[in-house]
């Protein structure tokens, strides 16, 4: 887990595939990139669609986003 103490961030890529390894039920995984619930700007937008497709060539079956849409 990624900086658990600070409501957490998205996990490695690789402690995504050592759970799928061991854990045989659907896999969301939870995708921020930063503290708050809010996305920065566009380059932070662009980071989480980057990890949102490496995820989903990972066989996950969803992303869990903690943001709001407009405020």
């Not at 490695?12 to 921020?32: F, W």
């Amino acid at each position: 887990m990624r900086e658990i103490e600070g409501d957490g961030l998205a996990p490695s890529l690789d402690l995504v595939r050592a759970l799928q390894a061991e854990i045989p039920l659907p896999l969301r995984v939870m995708v921020r990139e930063s503290h708050g619930f809010g996305i920065s700007g566009p380059e932070e937008l662009r980071r989480l669609q980057r990890t949102i497709a490496m995820l989903a060539d990972l066989g996950v079956d969803g992303a869990v986003v903690g943001f709001a849409r407009d405020g």
